[in-house]
């Protein structure tokens, strides 16, 4: 195993060093703290190049079949002659997400859409005082047991908000390769021999599992590593390939990703969320153009555990 310092991990992707900073900080690159200093493992460098490079090859592909006529060159040619100011996007994090803003800076050639990962409730909260443009959430909603529009209704009460499907995608465990402690399901949560990695407060899948420890009589303190935390579900998966816990609630493409091994254990609904005048603008029109796209719908599939049939749809309309 070798380790690059950030110094070098920015020679290799020709950026700054704080740039490579933000990515660690925003779970995009994954790295080993050792005293004060912070260490980029090569595995983890190499998967993101990897993805980096799945992205690229995306953005050159040509239109796969003469009735698909949308397809990736036809979208980046409309960044060309269309104005399109970044958007500021706060919420949840999502490796799908993370590949929308990839293929939107590559395509226009700068940044497009400046992400935040704060967790689905903060990004609400955020969205809703005016400080981002659109929101990702999924928030389970424990009366209903519907997605995302309970939360959100009662946040935005009386203004006029749009709630759109982005993808529906696969929760479970991220576990090591093999499955060493025999992991099965929401149950193994009794088990004394577990440590887990858990989510900040107010993330859609520290959601879920608070709300499955209930249904097991259980409270946060009677699992191990509960207030061991990472803000995304590439930081989850990586803390478990490193050995830091034996199990990560966390969705079926992070674990791909990085190559843990991963029990599925529920479908939910990611969203996007945002006020009607945003929905309205050209900005807005240009990401469902992307969105609708079977090129990037494909894509997004082959990161594993997504459905996209129902991707740029609306779902709700609040206060209109």
Sequence with gaps: ??????????????????????????????????????????????????????????ISEETPTKEIPDSAQLISNKFKTLSFSPVTFTGSHDLSFDYLVRFLEESSGGSRIIPAFVGSME????????????????????????????FIKR????????????????????IPRGNPKHISGWQDLKRKDLTIVNRQK???TRVLLDYQLKKLNLKPGDIKGCDQIETTHYGAAAAVSRGEADA???????ARAVGVDFVPLTRENYDLVMHRSFYDSESWRLIKHVLSSD??????????????????????????
């Design 295 to 320: 090129s990037f719908k494909q894509n997004i599939v082959n990161l594993g555990g997504y459905e996209v049939d129902q991707t740029g749809q609306i779902v709700e309309e609040i206060g209109l």
């Design 123 to 150: 990004g609400l909260f955020q969205l809703f005082r005016g400080q981002a443009d659109m929101a990702g959430c999924h928030l389970l909603d424990e009366e209903t047991g519907e997605y995302n529009v309970p």
């Design 202 to 204: 107010g993330a859609g």
């Design 155 to 174: 946040i935005f009460a009386g203004e006029q908000v749009v709630v759109v499907r982005f993808v529906r995608r696969t929760q479970g465990w991220m």
């Design 1 to 58: 195993m070798h380790l690059y310092t950030p110094e070098e991990v920015a020679a290799k992707l020709q950026i700054s060093k704080y740039t490579v900073y933000e990515m660690v900080k925003r779970g995009e690159l994954p790295a080993t703290r050792i005293g004060k200093k912070i260490r980029i493992d090569q595995q983890d460098l190499d998967a993101y190049l990897q993805r980096k490079k799945g992205a690229s090859a995306f």
């Design 248 to 254: 990560a609630l966390g969705i079926e493409s992070a």
